[in-house]
Every structure is written in structure tokens, then in C-alpha cells.
């Protein structure tokens, strides 16, 4: 028998009870031995709920149970979570997780210390809830050289962005409509400003680096800004407005962003709706990979928990996370990196056009029916920092999006 202890009892952790409780038959036979639930750690009782008997509120009954063998941590937030985890490992348990904060900021320690122990550190649902994307780039992708993981990771501004291009709905119109299914929370920074997508694809490059990516270093803007006429504007263009979490190799160096980007209809990532999630990979040997499904919600995501305790089960004293260094890696700076810019600016196009090329290069003008005071225009290929820099000079542009592809 595997013993496990399940940290934390809300949304996600109800969800590893329930899959094991409904699929344990099958996760068996799949370890080769049984698993079962001693404990589950909460401040709260559940009067009249099974697991009650299960409960404990206190986490030093946990770590010092020696036939606790794998702990799952569900509690989100970096304390307690980032404490018990690493006593636990010290303690010789193995741990899966689906907290993306957590693994952020402390992957590569943790992952060092479950190596000393010859046990294992597992966080399959801390990038894309039930996606599978951790195992394939610890496993199956090992033996290519990862180009670039740009992803929709965030199913809440995807929910949020395809209504306001399918329905011409305003941001705050589709926000309050998110937060009454439950898709935002109250407070949806979180979501919005891009930051819970930048956990995750600072998890996916500390990955394929190998080294520490801190997400602070990742330039992160959300869709808080984004309206119904750029909607409209890349209607017009064949295009689409998805908010992307990206990383990519350039040369020697890597870099990362989370923003709103363009997208043409031959783009892979371009039909994700709803709040699906999508992972496109591209290895230098393996070539395109994509990866998609529901990237959040309680089944989905206790799904990829679940799964990574068997994974520890069936590798109790060995091994198997590929780690990353402690080692903080610097990213390309974004004024380096090179794209393409949609811009809305006030004005005449026939007037500006002549001095906006000048500046900018050669530009290809989009005007967008009912939106006469203003127009738009795509820039060819150009640096970051250049941009900025010439856009300053134009105090009458009212938007921009990078145009990805």
C-alpha cells in the first residue's frame, strides 16, 4: 500500500479525493499497488463529508507518519505551502503539486532536494492544469532542443478575449460575465495582468534551459487594455487578438514574454476558444508539437496531480524530473528581441503615412469600418527598442499589439 497525505482541501484537492475515489480501481492496477488517502490537512472540518475521518489540522501528525510516502500539495500560495513542501522532501516523501507560484520561485531548490532523496518532485498541473505538457518535455522531448513553447495558458482572458471578438462585446461587459460563471475570481488580477500565465511560462523555460527563469524578469502585460475596436481592426486584417505566453530561443540567448499578440488564421493557436488552453512546442529534431485541452478546473487539473502520484508511486526510491538549475538565467532584453507591431493612431493616413515610414519603415495602412477619426498600421519586422523609440515621437497613437507570425 502507498500511503499519500492530500495538503489543502478546496477546489483542486476535493478533485485528487474524488479521482482516486472514482478511478482507484484503475490507478491501481496501473501502479501495482494500492493507493490510499491517510490524511488530508485542512483548517476547516466537513461535518458529514467522508473525508472527515481522514481529517487532520495540524501538519506535524503528517511529516512525522513514516508510512507517508507521497504528500500532495493543492493549498496554492507560496507559505505554508513552500514550508511543508520542503520538509516533507527532506523527510524523504515525494510530492506532487499543482501550485505554479510555488514551483516558480522555488522549482530548483525543491527539485535538488527530492534528487539528494532519490525521490521526486512533480508538478504536471502547475502549467495547463490537465494538459499534459511537463511529462512530454521531461520524457518524450528530451531529445530535441526546444526552439520555442508559446501557449494560451490562461483559460479565463481566452474565455474573456473570444467572446469580446465573437460577440463585439466590451472588456467590462465579458469580465462580469466571467466572474458570474466562476471563470475570474473577484479580484482577477491574477488572470488579467497577465501574472498567472507568467508563473507558468517562467516553469516551462527554467525547463527547457536548465536553468532558474524568474518570472519578475519576464516583461508581462495582460488584456486589461484590450477594446472592441482592436477587435474590430483585426477582424478586418483575417486576424485575432489571444493573450500568449511565449519563449523562444534567439541565438544564444532566451527570451520570454506575456502579452497580447495578433494572430493569422494559419496560426496553430488561433481556433482556441472558450477556455481551452493550447501548447505549441517546436524542437529543433521533433519539428511542431501541439497540446490541447481544459487548462484549469477542478477534475482536469486533480487529473494531473493524480497522475504524478503515480508516477512517484511507481518510482518510490528513484528519480525521474529532469532539474534545472539554481543558476539564474538572463533573458534576451525585450528591446532586442524583433516582431511586428499593429499601431491605432489618430489622424489622416494619406497625411501621415510619408512620416510614419519614415520612422518606421514601410507600413501597411488598415482602416476599420465606423472608426473614421482613426487608423492603423502593421510595421514590417523591426526591434523592440526601435519601436519604442520611434513610437514616442507620435503622441496621437492610441494602441499597440505585437503581430506574432
Known sequence: MVNIAVLGYGTVGSGVVEVINTNGARINQRVGDEISIKYVLD???????PIQDK??????????????????????????????????LQAGKSVATSNK???AKHGAELLSIARDHHINFLFEASVGGGIPIIRPLNS?????????ITGILNGTTNY?????????????????????????????????????????????????????????????????????????????????????????????HLNAIVAPYMLHKEHPLYSVNGVFNAIFVHGNVLGDAMFYGSGAGKLPTASAVVADVVDEAKHLNR?????WKSDKLNLQ??????????????????????????????????????????FGFVTEVMAEGEYEKYAAEFPSIVHMIRVEG
Open 43 to 49: 483548517l476547516r472540518d466537513f461535518p458529514g463529508d
Open 55 to 88: 481529517l487532520v489540522h495540524d501538519f506535524e501528525v503528517i511529516i512525522n507518519d513514516p508510512d507517508v510516502q507521497i504528500v500532495v500539495e493543492v493549498m496554492g500560495g507560496i507559505e505554508p505551502a513552500y514550508t511543508f513542501v520542503k520538509r516533507s
Open 101 to 103: 507560484a510555488l514551483v
Open 140 to 148: 518524450s522531448m528530451t531529445a530535441d532542443e526546444i526552439e520555442e
Open 160 to 252: 474573456m478575449l473570444s467572446k469580446m471578438f465573437y460577440e463585439g462585446a466590451d472588456y467590462g461587459e465579458v469580465l462580469k460575465e466571467a466572474q458570474a460563471k466562476g471563470y475570474a475570481e473577484r479580484n482577477p488580477e491574477a488572470d488579467v495582468e497577465g501574472y498567472d500565465a507568467c508563473r507558468k511560462i517562467a516553469i516551462l523555460s527554467s525547463l527547457i534551459s536548465g536553468q532558474q527563469v524568474d518570472f519578475e524578469d519576464i516583461h508581462t502585460e495582460g488584456i486589461t487594455k484590450i477594446t472592441k475596436e482592436d477587435m474590430l481592426y483585426a477582424k478586418t486584417m483575417g486576424m485575432t487578438i489571444k493573450l500568449l505566453a511565449m519563449s523562444k530561443r534567439s541565438g544564444d
Open 319 to 323: 528519480n525521474i524530473m529532469t532539474m
Open 333 to 374: 532584453p525585450i528591446s532586442d528581441t524583433r516582431k511586428r507591431f499593429f499601431v491605432r493612431i489618430q489622424g489622416n493616413a494619406d497625411a501621415m503615412k510619408a512620416h510614419l515610414e519614415s520612422r518606421f519603415g514601410p507600413v501597411e495602412i488598415i482602416k476599420a469600418e465606423g472608426l473614421a477619426e482613426e
